[in-house]
C-alpha cells in the first residue's frame, strides 16, 4: 500500500490520516487469521499437538508472515516513512511469491493425503478450494504491483488480495462450531484439519466462508463511498473477481476437465 496525495497544504499529513483506515483493515484482517485458526491450530499447539506436515508449516507461517507484512507497511505510511515502505516493497514480492509456491504444494498435499484415505475424487475436488484462493491472491498482488504507482489503485488492490486469503482462516471455526457442533475428534499426530484424518469437506460447504471473506473488500467499498461520495473502481475490478472466482470454482470442481487438472498436479509431486 502506497500513500495517497492529495491536493492541499499539507499532503502528507492528509495521507498518513487517510492510511489509518488501511492500518485498522490490516489489523482486522490479522486478527481474523489469527484467531480463525485457533481452535485447529494454535491451541493445540498450545496442548502439545505438534504440526508433523512440513509443507503445510511452511505454507501457514508465510500466510501469517504476510497478513503482519501487511499491517507492517501501512504502520509505515501511517507513520510517514513513506521511502522506507517503498524499499521493503520487494520483500512483499519475494514473500507473496513464496506463498503462491507453497499454496500450491499445500493443496497437492491435500489431495495426495485424501487419496491415501481411500477419498481421491473428494481430494481432486477439494483441491480447487486453495488453489482458487492461490490463484485469486496471485491476479490481485500481480494488478498491485502492476499498479506500484497508482496509489489509489494500489492499496486497494492489496486490501483485496489479502481478504481472498481469510476463506480457510473463516472456515476453521465453521467447520469446528457449525459442522462438529464444537467437539472435534482428537487430533491424530498433528494439527490442523488434517490431524482429523476424514475426507475433505464439499466445496459447496466452504462457499458461506469465502463469502463472509469478501465482506473486508465491502467494508473498503463503503468506506469509499462514505469519504469519497463513491467506489473506487478497484474494488469494483478486485470484488468482482474475487466473487466470480467463489462462485465458478463449484461447477468447475466436478468437471473431467478439473479431475484430470487436478492428477497431473498430484502425478508431478509423486
Not at 44 to 52: K, S
Not at 84 to 89: E, L, M, T, V, Y
Not at 135 to 143: C, E, G, N, P
Not at 224 to 234: E, I
Request: overall charge positive; some cysteine; charged content about 10%.
Amino acid at each position: 500500500m502506497v500513500a495517497e496525495t492529495t491536493a492541499g497544504a499539507a499532503p502528507e499529513a492528509t495521507a498518513e490520516r487517510k492510511a489509518r483506515f488501511y492500518i485498522w483493515m490490516a489489523a482486522a484482517m490479522a486478527a481474523t487469521a489469527f484467531l480463525g485458526f485457533a481452535p485447529t491450530y494454535w491451541i493445540p499447539l498450545t496442548q502439545g499437538v505438534p504440526e508433523r506436515i512440513g509443507v503445510l508449516a511452511v505454507h501457514g507461517t508465510l500466510c501469517f508472515a504476510w497478513v503482519l507484512f501487511v499491517i507492517y507497511q501501512a504502520w509505515l505510511v501511517t507513520s510517514g516513512k513513506v521511502a522506507r515502505h517503498r524499499d521493503i516493497g520487494l520483500i512483499g514480492v519475494s514473500l507473496a511469491t513464496a506463498m503462491a509456491i507453497f499454496g500450491v504444494l499445500a493443496a497437492i498435499n491435500s489431495g495426495i493425503r485424501a487419496a491415501a484415505m481411500g477419498a481421491g475424487v473428494a481430494g481432486e475436488t477439494f483441491m480447487i478450494v486453495p488453489l482458487a484462493a492461490i490463484f485469486s491472491f496471485t491476479v490481485l498482488v500481480t494488478a498491485a504491483i502492476a499498479n506500484i504507482r497508482r496509489s489509489e489503485w494500489h492499496k486497494r488492490l492489496i486490501l483485496s488480495a489479502t481478504a481472498v486469503l481469510l476463506d480457510a482462516a473463516i472456515a476453521r471455526p465453521f467447520i469446528v462450531y457449525l459442522v462438529m457442533g464444537g467437539r472435534p475428534p482428537p487430533f491424530q499426530g498433528t494439527v490442523g484439519l488434517a490431524g482429523f484424518n476424514g475426507p475433505p469437506p464439499p466445496v459447496v460447504g466452504v462457499l458461506p466462508p469465502a463469502l463472509v471473506a469478501l465482506l473486508f473488500i465491502v467494508v473498503g467499498m463503503v468506506r469509499d463511498k462514505r469519504v469519497l461520495g463513491k467506489v473506487h473502481a478497484a474494488y469494483w475490478w478486485a470484488g468482482g473477481f474475487a466473487l466470480a472466482v467463489a462462485l465458478l470454482k463449484i461447477p468447475l470442481s466436478e468437471t473431467a476437465l478439473w479431475h484430470g487438472f487436478a492428477r497431473s498436479l498430484m502425478a508431478l509431486a509423486s
